[in-house]
Structures are given as C-alpha cells and as structure tokens.
C-alpha cells in the first residue's frame, strides 16, 4: 500500500465524519451485496474516495489515479453492525479489573455513560476486526445487586485506535439501557417492582428540577445528571433498550413507552413473536438471537426459530445479536447466527440485512452505514466465500475506507507456533 | 429388587457378600450397582441409497450405499440389494457416524437453568469423587431433543469443573427416556472428572477461604486424593488376591479413585494452559493413570507434540475465548493443530466439543470453522477427515471406538443423514439413527414427543397469540 500522508484534515465536523485521508481506490469484480434496493451485483465495482462510497454498480467508470483491488469475483459485503456487545467495555470477564461492563451499586445509573470508559485498544477489537466486524453497539448492563437502569451506551467504530483522528467512538449515549423481566426482577424484587421502579425514576425525570431529589431516597436517589440523562429520553433523544424475553415482559415495556412517549427497543425478545402484531403496530424494532430454541429460562418457554418468520410477516424490525455471555470475544460469531437463520427458512439476504443495515437503521446511522450504496460511509469486508458460510472467512476489511491490517493477538500466537515452532 | 442375586449385589456389598454365595471375581469393592437399562427398540432394516459417505475412518464414499440392520451397519457398498429393507434416496445428501460430544452437561445444567435442576458441581469439597453424575441427571432436559437435531447420538456427560476432583462422568444414548438407566450407554466405562486451573482455586481459594487458592494448592490436591486411593487400592486388592479375611473399610470416594488406577474408569481433565497440561501428565505419571483428555485446553497447540506423544486427545472448542485468562491464548488453529501433531504417525487426536446445550446442536458447524481456519494456515483437512474429530475421535476417548464413532460394518447403527455437506451452516440432520431406531426425522417432527416439560407450555399460546393468526396468512 502506498504510504499517505500522516496529516489529517477533517472534512466535516459531522460526528461521523468519514475517513477524511484522501484516499481515492476501487474493488473491482466483486459480488456486491449492497443490503439495499440493487440487490446483489455480479462482477461490479465498488469506488470509494476519502472514505465514503462514490459509485457502485458494474459500469463504474474507474478514475485515473485511483488504486484498484481486484475481487476476483468473490463477495463484498457491508461491515458486519453488532447490534449489542460490550466491545472496548471489557477484556476479560473473569478479570475484574478489566471489567467494567455492571454497573454500580445503586438502583439507578442513567447518568453512566459508558464512553467515558471505553478502551480503543481492547485486544477483542482486532480479533472480531478482522473477521468483518466493523461496528457495535456497546452496552453497560447489571448484574446482581446493580442498577434496573444500567446506563447509557455508544455506537463505536471497531477501527478503535486505528479510527481517524481517534473517531472511534461514532455515536455516544446512543441509547439507555434497563432491565424488565427475570433481570428486572432480580434486581427490584419483583415484576411489578421493576415497573414501578422505572415508572418512579420517569415521573422524577418529567416532573424535572421541581422536585428534584426530593421524591426519592438512598439507593434509589436520582442525581441531577441521572435526571438530565432520562430527560432525554423522555424527549426521544435516546431510544430506550429494555431487555425483556416472556411476552407479558415486552407488553409490560409497550405499555411502559406509550406512558411516557419513549423510543423503545427490546433487547431479548424470545417471546416477541407472541406479540408481534403489538410490536408492528408501535414500530418498536426487537434485538434477538436467531439460534435459540432452548427454554434456557422460565421467561423463555416459548422461544422458537421460527420467531424471525413471524416478526418478518407482522412488519417487526429486528436485528440480530448473541444472546450468549460470548457477544463480545465472538462477536464475529454474528455471522454464524445468520447463516442459522438462513438454514431455518430465512431468506439469504435478509439475514445479512440483519447483522448490518438493521441495526444501523434501528440504532438511527442508516444513512451513513449498513449497506453498500452512494454516500455512506465504505464499512466494506471481501470475503473468501458466502459472507454466511461458517468455513469463509473475511480477506480484507475497510473501515472508513481504510483498509485495516488483518492482524490480531490470535493471529500473531498462531504465527508463533506453527512458522516457529518452538520446542513442544 | 425381588431377585435375590440382585438384592445382593445392590445392598453395599461388602458386608453381606459372604452371605451372597462368595466375593464379586471383579478386583471392585462393588459391582455396577447402576446398570444399563437401555434396549434399543426393534427397527426394520433400512438401506441408505448413493450417499456421500464420511466413514469418520479418513475415507470418503462417493455414491455409496449403507445398510442398517439388527441395529448394526450390516453392509456398505455400491448397489447393494434392498431385500425387504426399507429404501431412503440420499443422492446428493451425506452420511455420517452420530455425532459424539465428549464434554456435555445435560441434564445436570438443564434448561430452564434454575436452582431446582442446577445439579452439576458438588462444590462443598474440593475432591468429591465419591459423586455420581448420573445421579443428577434430568432426562426430561429439553436440550437432549435439540441435540438430537443436530445430530447427536451419544454424549458424556460431566460433572462442572468447580472441584480439583468433581465424581464420576457417563456415556449416554442421546435417546428419550424415563430414567437415566435407560439412557446409559451399555458397555461404557464411566469417567472421572478432573479440573486445573482457576476454577477449583476461586471456587475454594477465593469465594470459601480454604485450600486450594493456588495452583500449587490445586497439584497438592490431586497427589493427596491418589496417594490415599493407591494406599486404598492396594489394601483391596490384597483382600480380593487372599479370598479370606475381613474387607477392608469401603470409601466411595476412594473406590472411584481406586479404579481409576486399575485403568476401569477414564480420566477427563478440564485444563486449559499448556503448563498446567503438562503438570497434570506428570501427576498421572506419578500415580500410574492415564488422562484420556485435556478438555477445553485452548493452549493446546502449544504441547500439540507432547499430547500426540501420551496419546492424549484434546477436546476442543473451534473459537471460544477470553471468558478468563486462561483462555486468553485460544487461536482458531487450535483443533487443526493437535490434529496435525506427529502426523507421520497419525497419534494428533482432535475433538470438536461443546460444554453448551447450544453448541451441542451444531458441532458440525463447529467443525467446519476448524477445518477452515486449519486449511487457511496451510494444513491438509479434508471434510473426511475433519468428520473424525466429532466421530471417531470422540469414541476414542471415552473407550467406545469398537462399538460406534465410525461407519464400518459391523458397528452399532449410530447414523446421520444430513441434507447436504455437514460442514455448511445450512445443513440439517435430516435423519438420525440410534442403534438402527429412527430416533429423528425432519419431515416427521413428531416421530419424538417433546420432553414431558414442554409439554403443554403453549396450550394457550397456540390459540391466542400473533402466531397463530400470523401462522395462518397465505
């Protein structure tokens, strides 16, 4: 690749301000999957300047100057769009120290931003970098004896400390995060405690300043930056992330949003199938695995693959995620979880819409990301084979534009023992 | 229990077998004092027409005929003749042995994952080898039916790993039943659960004050339990040798220990650090056992050479990680590697393994990222030879290979027909034998009835909910 010139200039004080080194390059000869109306194209062309797509199509006229990638054929894909993670918010699980996804010790952390916290040099961001990944919504959570309201989370670039001008944290307080269901009620006691619990935290918020600090006390005080927080979304300035699985528990949250006017999206969601036609009606988008078929919780009973189906026909918006303890190390697993979809039934295309333009389009960056088309901003992975094979893998991967090192610590371990072998 | 010889048997033997008419011959203090229930039912022969056959012995049979009878593979061949068997056209589709996962907890971490059925770690001592899995064992976990689905037809089950010494692991049928005797594998030997690393010492050390906290604390502990069990063992074996005299005292714990080290029961090791490998192959030195596999063990590829060197299997995950430090080092080569190892003598011993009720259901996906990422870092893994590490290799750690794990006559009929290469994520177990008994069937979802827990859980949901109506539409 040829050296570019370290100085960078921003082109615009967008927040998503695009890879603003002046980079002009096509990928020729690709199966393009642009996610958006043109479908798949055979053998097309796929131009990109200055981090943004300037033309796809098969007769993109290719520029004197520009650097040209032939795809021989092979599948180009946008970048795969973690709808949940806790990407740059944890290392190590079992390492606490690494760990900052739970939040504190008090009933409500509304004020939590987690982009005040994240690390852009996290080792997991390489490792699922690599493999197509190139953004992800990362969420604070709670675990036992945390907050009902978890915090608020970011839209990162997993570009990390690669991003231009260290942009990597591409949307931050992008949405707030709480617990309903068997959560809610571990950490409120009960179902309806955890209703009444955020209804409280609401009322507080609306009534404002007024009675600010004085409708609630001890662990369940609200400050001024966790009222400021709900206020916003209290304005639908920030969606509203409940998780909620048994389909009482997504009614109980409709009922919850309509109350107070929020932008509501279920995170869970093993029974929103029971409720579609609910969900359809409010345009409430869900985030759900596809591969769970197990009543792993009573609150579960009635998860069922052929949920995606139904959601489809009501009109539902989802997205995929890893309902497992592993979306984060293996996000890239994303993929995986689609190609099982597809296996159940699904069409081949939407089960990639559903690891890239969906949550873009849920989570509000869908004119800058999720899809292949004029303007947005080149999030791009060339694949080896069908981009929902578990046997292919990514080639290359462009975040921005920018063509990222297809280097990780696993990569570099795996060098070590089998070019060097040491004594074994 | 009206038989009298059984009667014996069961009522702790040591005591009454004089009265019983003369001492058990085996060297045990006991014999099995749980057996096998399970009878696979009568299934008519059933002769599989022109599959792609993945032996799970390294081979491929293109357009290849299989007959199942009397619950056995009976022949394999071009164009063999369908006698009165039952025909089923498989061109286009592949055939494989059952799927065999060396590392489940079904059943004893069933779903729903509540306190009533969290059975799996007897974590009140460090060393509980006195514990029987099966004991916990739920049958109507509704995770052996999905499992089935993917193609599953024998698995072990394990204690967790919170124990230095967790108790003695099984081999089951993937088959519906009532208790778990009717599940257990008939011939099987059991196993007996080990476990390195962090879990024993936060488990003891960090979260109860008590030894093991350390790794050294974790080695103390295993050489104290086999220095007790070969003391125990020896006293035993005097007694059985002389025939006279009073039996020494029974101890549970120990009779499991005990036969362990006379090579009755099988060593399965949670361990994932090259280092801790290689310390645990020294213990098993030490005491004259052999370790059938290091399980998890995603450093493996580290000690690919010294695992291929003891005929140690590593039993694996294709890309977990990071969940602890010890797990920090995994690579996606990993299975491909101890694979790899000493091929020249064909000793690597790799197996695909999930630890997951949601992995269990898609091992051969697991498989084909394994193979990818091994033929991308230049190896040589034809899907036949990637089939074995969920097949035969599997077998072959829990002692089973002459029974199942490959498709060669003469073997229990343990079959999968998939609809297209087990490798691709679109594939589904299309069909699955056990024993030559259908025991699934995609287009006869019914052939096998929920478990008893699922049963009834959607009553109303099946009247009144979006599906229903939405299931109804054009």
Known sequence: MIPRPIQIVALT?????????????????????????????????????????????????????????????????????????????????????????????????????????????????????????????????????????????????????????????????????AALGEQGRELAGSRPAALAALREAFEEARSGGARMGSGLSGEAQLSPLDIAALQRVLKREMPLVLNAERASDIKAALKLADDYGLQLIISGGAEAHLVASELARRSVPVLLDPSRNLPAHFETLHVDR???????????????????????????????????????????????????????????????????????LA??????????????????????????????RQTLLRDRYLKRPLPR | MTRPARTCLAALATVLLAACGGRDPAPTPAADPFPSTYRPPAAS??????????????????????????????????????????????????????????????GVYPAPDVWATSDGNEATAPTTAEVWVEHSIWPQDPGFQTARAGGVTTLQV????????????????????????????????????????????????????????????????????????????????????????????????????ADVLRGNILVQVHCYRADQMATMLDVAKEFGFRISAFHHAVEAYKIADLLADTQTCGALWADWWGFKLEAWDAINENIAIVDAARSDKGAGCAIVHSDDPDGIQRLNQEAAKAM??????????????????????????????????????????DVVLWSGSPFSVYAHADQVWIDGALRLDRDHPNLQPDSDFMLGADVDAATTSDEATAGAAP
């Open chain 1, 13 to 177: 004080t967008a927040l998503l301000a695009g890879n603003a080194r002046a980079e002009l390059f096509a990928i020729r000869n690709a199966e393009v999957h642009t996610v958006a109306g043109a479908g798949t194209l055979k053998a097309a062309t796929v131009l990109v300047r200055d981090g943004r797509i300037e033309a796809v199509g098969a007769e993109v006229a290719i520029p004197d100057g520009a650097r040209q990638i032939d795809a021989a054929g092979r599948p180009l894909t946008p970048g795969i769009f973690v709808a949940r993670s806790a990407l740059g918010l944890k290392e190590i699980d079992g390492v606490e120290e690494t760990n900052d996804v739970a939040s504190a010790q008090k009933r409500y952390s509304a004020a939590l931003d987690v982009s005040d916290a994240l690390n852009p040099r996290s080792v997991l961001l390489p490792v699922n970098r690599i493999a197509g990944v190139t953004r992800a919504v990362t969420a604070p959570d709670s675990t036992k004896g945390g907050s009902l309201i978890a915090g608020q989370g970011a839209i990162i670039s997993l570009a990390g400390a690669r991003a231009a001008d260290g942009r990597w944290i591409v949307k931050p307080q992008a949405a707030m995060f």
């Open chain 1, 306 to 376: 052929d949920a995606v189906a139904v959601l489809s026909r009501a009109g539902v918006r989802f997205a995929f995620i890893d309902a497992s303890e592993f979306g984060s190390h293996n996000a890239r697993n994303l993929r995986q979880l689609a190609g099982i979809a597809a296996g159940h039934g699904m069409d081949r295309d939407a089960a990639l819409a559903a690891i890239t333009l969906s949550p873009a389009q849920i989570f509000g960056l869908s004119s800058e990301l999720g899809s292949i088309e004029v303007g947005k």
């Open chain 1, 379 to 408: 999030d791009l992975v060339l694949w080896d084979g069908d981009p929902l094979e578990a046997t292919s893998a990514a080639t290359a991967v462009w975040i921005d534009g920018e063509s990222m090192p297809m280097v990780s």
């Open chain 2, 45 to 106: 022969a059933v002769l599989i027409r022109g599959a792609t056959v993945l032996t799970g012995i390294d081979t491929r049979l293109d357009d290849t005929d299989v007959l199942l009878a009397d619950g056995r593979i009976a022949a394999i061949g071009k164009e063999l003749a369908a006698g009165g068997s039952r025909v089923i056209e498989a061109r286009g589709r592949y055939l494989t042995p059952g799927i065999i996962d060396v590392h489940s907890h079904l």
């Open chain 2, 158 to 257: 394990l204690p967790g790993s919170a124990n230095l010494i967790g108790g003695r692991g099984v081999v089951i049928k993937n088959v519906p039943a009532a208790t778990y005797q009717q599940m257990l594998f008939p011939g099987a030997k059991r196993s007996l659960k080990m476990a390195c690393g962090e879990n024993p010492k936060r488990v003891y050390g960090k979260n109860g004050g008590r030894s093991p906290a350390t790794g050294m604390g974790n080695v103390a502990g295993y050489r104290a339990a086999f220095a007790k069990a070969a003391s125990y063992r020896a006293k035993w074996d005097a007694y059985n040798k002389a025939g006279e005299g009073p039996p020494p005292d029974r101890d549970l714990a120990l009779d499991t220990l």
């Open chain 2, 372 to 413: 990818a990422a091994g033929r991308r870092a230049g190896l040589t893994i034809p899907e036949e030879h990637a089939i074995g590490w969920l097949t035969a290799n599997p077998a072959k750690a829990l002692g089973i290979l002459d029974k199942t794990g490959t498709l060669e006559v003469g073997k229990a009929a």
